[in-house]
């Protein structure tokens, strides 16, 4: 599977009637199943990789006002749903985080857990082994630290939405 491949099939998850983060999940976990084991493989090193890339400290500055605080195992959540929005809300966000003040999304929707175990959970069902991650996840989020008092100044738009 390719990165075109990849954003395809989160497209074609979001094309459903998915009303909801948890129904976004199950169409995911469909389209999952219909795989291939090479294909299933590729989508997990793509949601990987994606992932990563959004490992930056300006996005979870960006989460942080969003949620009210935010750990790290909610920057997590924050990054997965945010993949499953699809390229190009991903792409606007890690370019602009400021941007994601034009969303109007429900807490769930921004840090739903589910979505970063559809993968594994696919490789669970199907009696195989996860294979291991292809390189290790950055030990530091990308870019400059934050502090509370930061935020303000460095997401205008986010912080009078979310204050």
């Known amino acids: ?15 459903t009637d998915a009303e909801s983060p948890d129904d976004l999940e199950a169409a995911l976990a469909q389209l ?18 994606a992932m990563d890339r959004a ?17 790290d195992d909610a920057f997590s ?5 945010l993949i499953a929005r699809g390229l190009k809300a991903y ?3 890690v370019s602009d985080p400021d941007s994601l003040a034009d969303d109007d999304l429900g807490e769930e929707a921004w840090f739903h857990e589910g979505f970063a175990y559809l993968a ?10 996860a294979p291991p991650r292809a ?4 030990s530091e989020p990308e870019g400059d630290a934050w502090s509370e008092d930061d935020l303000a100044g460095r997401f205008p738009r986010l912080s009078r939405k979310y204050a």
């Open 77 to 81: 959540d924050f990054r997965s749903s």
């Open 120 to 129: 594994a959970a696919e490789f669970e069902h199907r009696k195989l082994k």
């Open 32 to 49: 999952l199943r219909n795989l291939s084991v090479a294909d299933l493989e590729g989508f997990a090193v793509h949601f990987d990789d």
């Open 1 to 15: 599977m390719n990165s075109d491949a990849f954003w395809s099939l989160l497209d074609r998850a979001r094309q």
């Open 55 to 71: 490992y930056r400290w300006n996005l979870w500055g960006a989460a942080y006002l969003i949620g009210g605080g935010c750990s």
């Open 91 to 93: 792409e606007k966000a």
């Open 135 to 138: 390189k290790p996840h950055p």
